[in-house]
């Protein structure tokens, strides 16, 4: 027994030692070589500062259950997306987010798409929908476009969108199905989580029916979950004003018409929505010490969550740390202190103080 417990021992360490192979080569070369062998193409599209990607790389695709499916179903490549061929290949497959996993015939052609990773198992059943031909994001797209609008499978064609992270398709695809069915049957538990998921924009029709037939959808649904809906779409436009995204434009007019859209509706923790507009406004006016008097004002009776405060601070603190009189960055020094005392997630608390970095002139960039 004593001869055979290395054996055993040495056995269970080698259980799981073997891990998907991924092909060093050019694409090109990948594409003749699953032709010759009847596969399909597992393209697995990474950068190198992203730690979704690494813990996928790291971790899944290490383990012997995945190592043999993969390997036994495709051929297996990977490129960063910010490199090399990988950045010609980011653009001809619209590579946005990381990592984003691709099923390719043998010519090349987008059979499915997986933006994400997940546990071994459930990563691995995505896959397997991936290679069905009826269920494949290019199959699901070829029938949708031969007309097939039965509802089992348009909100089977919403998930793959979503998990394909083609998000105009997806709202697309969800307004036109609202729009086929008739006032009373919109109005449904089984149709609530396409309003839910895939109705963002507080400016469509779709999303002003949810306005219009409150009562009728708390009736159908619940007051929690409507009024969850609401503000979630109210925060994401009235932070649009606030951050400065790429290519976006602050509008004045646009910020009014919320504001007026929002006292219509009334919604839950309103101040919360008008206090982001005044703030956006503020910001556009390059008015650092009317950020600050918002801040010590107003964002302590907004009801913020941790994430909240945070994205609004982040895109305030910089102004006011350039442009704001001294007192006033102590003020908002003191309202972030009060925010760290009351963190539900203490990992956030360095975020937070880099922030205060930035209003004392003292972040590790100035110490640098």
Known sequence: MLLLLPLTFGG??????????????????????????????FFDGYATWCGPCKYMSNTVFKQDKVADFFNANFVNVKFDMEKGEGIELAKKYAVKAYPTFLILDAEGNLVHRIVGGAEADEFIEKVKVGMNPTTSLAGQQASYQNGNREPDFV????????????????????????????????IT?????????????????????????????????????????????????????????KGSVYSKEEALKLRNLISASKPANIQKFNLILDMADAKFAKNGSALAGLVTTSMKNANLSDQESYSILSQ???????????????????YIDTVIASLKE????????????KLSGTTEETKK
Do not use: C, H
Not at 14 to 40: I, M, P, Y
Not at 167 to 184: F, G, I, P, W
């Open 12 to 41: 269970s360490l080698l259980a799981q030692n073997r891990s998907v192979s991924f092909e060093d080569t050019t694409l090109a070369v990948s594409l003749a070589k699953a032709k010759a062998a009847n596969k399909l193409i």
């Open 155 to 186: 909100k089977s064609y919403l998930k793959t969108l979503q998990d394909a992270y083609m998000e105009d398709s997806a709202q697309d695809v969800a307004t036109a199905y609202l729009r086929s069915l008739k006032e009373k049957d919109r």
């Open 189 to 245: 538990k089984e149709n609530w989580p396409i309003y839910n998921d895939f109705i963002n924009d507080a400016s469509s029709k779709e999303f002003l029916f949810i306005l219009t037939n409150r009562i009728k959808f708390t009736d159908a649904i619940g007051d929690s979950a409507v009024d969850a809906k609401i503000s979630s779409v109210f925060t994401e436009k009235a932070m649009s004003f606030l951050v400065n995204r």
């Open 316 to 334: 305030i603190v910089p102004l006011v740390a350039d442009s704001a009189p001294k007192n006033d960055k102590l003020l908002v020094s003191a």
């Open 346 to 357: 203490p990992k956030a608390k360095p975020y937070f103080e880099k922030m205060k970095g």
